[in-house]
């Protein structure tokens, strides 16, 4: 009689649990249901909202806006020659006076029939209209295509914990961050990106320096953070002072761990 009555209550037990937990799951269901369709009868009684008025709620700091802006310049976009740099000039019809030609150290490039030919600070269009002036005096109407095949004279750095610290070519009179960032393989997981200095030489010797927050650059989209790079900068990228830590522990512990590794346990029997 015992065995029955407690397996009619075990019976009803699980019925009421079983019961409880379709409550839990489907009530709140239900609810959720009935309210979104009490919230978009709501909506449908509410004055639709203006595209302006989406506009100025959704638009962007005006710091961030003029940045954007000053990026979308051709001031960004242009390049000025220099020293080191090879430009490849190409007159139709006279192969004589066509192939690539170098920078020199004083901003000129050897050309033939004409001569020293000053091109430094000067864009391609420039260089190729001082072009066609030398030229017209021993060619009619010359066809002169001017391109640049070596990006040489403007270069900044990129050092620190990232995966190809070292030297940038720019294509370009200035250069942001983040595309040196990106450049230069990207900050490695030991680096520190919080607070990382951008250095800028002087001529009285004292450089100026500005910390960049790069971590909110390339994870949080803060475009306030995208700083003009001009040629000779250096972007330092430190390290954690845990990856510092570990390299000073691991040239102590390396000969520990390899001495203990080769060791042999010698059994002797008596």
């Known amino acids: 009689m015992l065995k029955h009555t407690g397996y009619i209550n075990m019976k009803t037990l699980l019925a009421f649990l079983l019961t409880?937990?379709?409550?839990?799951?489907?009530?709140?269901?239900?609810?959720?249901?009935?309210?979104?369709?009490k919230k978009a009868e709501e909506n449908k009684n509410e004055p639709p909202t203006s595209s302006l008025e989406a506009t100025e709620e959704e638009s962007l700091p005006p710091e961030v806006i003029n940045f954007v802006t000053e990026l979308n310049t051709d001031s960004?976009?242009?390049y000025t020659l220099g020293p080191m740099d090879v430009i490849d000039i190409a007159v139709l019809r006279h192969p004589e006076v066509s192939g690539p030609f170098q920078v020199n150290k004083e901003g000129k490039i050897q050309y033939?029939?004409?001569?020293?030919?000053?091109?430094?600070?000067?864009?391609?269009?420039?260089?190729?209209?001082?072009?066609?002036?030398?030229?017209?005096?021993?060619?009619?109407?010359?066809?002169?295509?001017?391109?640049?095949?070596?990006?040489?004279?403007?270069?900044?750095?990129?050092?620190?914990?990232?995966?190809?610290?070292?030297k940038i070519y720019m294509q370009g009179d200035t250069i942001t961050v983040r595309e040196a960032l990106v450049?230069?393989?990207?900050?490695?997981?030991?680096?520190?990106?919080?607070?990382?200095?951008?250095i800028t030489p002087t001529a009285d010797g004292k450089p100026q320096k500005k910390d960049v927050n790069v971590f909110a650059l390339l994870y949080e989209g803060d475009l306030r953070e995208n700083l003009i790079m001009k040629p000779g900068d250096t972007l330092y990228i430190p390290a954690t002072?845990?990856?510092?830590?570990?390299?000073?522990?691991?040239?102590?512990?390396?000969?520990?761990?390899?001495?203990?590794?080769?060791?042999r346990t010698v059994m002797t029997g008596f």
């Open 183 to 198: 450049q230069s393989g990207l900050p490695l997981l030991s680096a520190a990106t919080k607070k990382c200095p951008l």
């Open 76 to 78: 960004l976009a242009k």
């Open 112 to 166: 033939q029939f004409v001569g020293d030919v000053i091109v430094a600070n000067k864009t391609k269009e420039e260089a190729k209209a001082i072009l066609v002036q030398h030229l017209s005096e021993y060619i009619i109407s010359p066809e002169v295509t001017v391109k640049i095949i070596g990006y040489n004279s403007k270069v900044v750095y990129v050092i620190g914990e990232v995966g190809a610290p070292g």
């Open 241 to 263: 002072i845990l990856s510092k830590a570990m390299r000073v522990i691991q040239p102590v512990s390396q000969p520990i761990t390899t001495s203990a590794s080769t060791g």
């Open 20 to 37: 409880a937990l379709i409550s839990i799951f489907l009530i709140p269901a239900a609810t959720a249901q009935n309210f979104a369709g």
